[in-house]
């Protein structure tokens, strides 16, 4: 089993920046990252990490977010900035264990002025 724990996001205005982070308590855990979820839309993809720190990113964060992860402590960040209000949504961080998906329970990031 794995449980996550979210912290961060809140409300910046555009051009700003917010930090998200992730920790994975239980077993260990291979790729993670996160997803976001504006009201009405589907959940997409925005950043994932392996374990050997490789990433990808949706093309709408590119440049923009950077996402890192501590295998030592479980835990992964996303890091935002020039944030638009195209990015307010709510941010789920998930895990991969095995053939199991594990999520968080989400973190708001609201962007406007």
């Known amino acids: 089993q794995v449980q996550l724990v979210e912290s961060g996001g809140g409300w910046v205005q555009p051009g700003g920046s917010l930090r998200l982070s992730c920790a994975a308590s239980?077993?260990?855990?291979?790729?993670m990252g996160w997803y976001r979820q504006a009201p009405g839309k589907e959940r997409d993809l925005v950043a994932a990490?392996?374990?050997?720190?490789?990433?990808d990113y949706a093309d709408s964060v590119k440049g923009r977010f950077t996402i890192s992860r501590d295998n030592a402590k479980n835990t992964v960040s996303l890091r935002m900035n020039s944030l638009k209000p195209e990015d307010t949504a709510r941010y789920y961080c998930?895990?991969?264990?095995?053939?199991?998906?594990?999520w968080g329970q989400g973190a708001q990031v609201s962007v406007s002025s």
């Open positions: 990490i392996t374990s050997g720190n490789r990433t």
């Open positions: 239980g077993d260990i855990v291979s790729a």
């Open positions: 998930y895990a991969k264990r095995l053939f199991t998906t594990y």
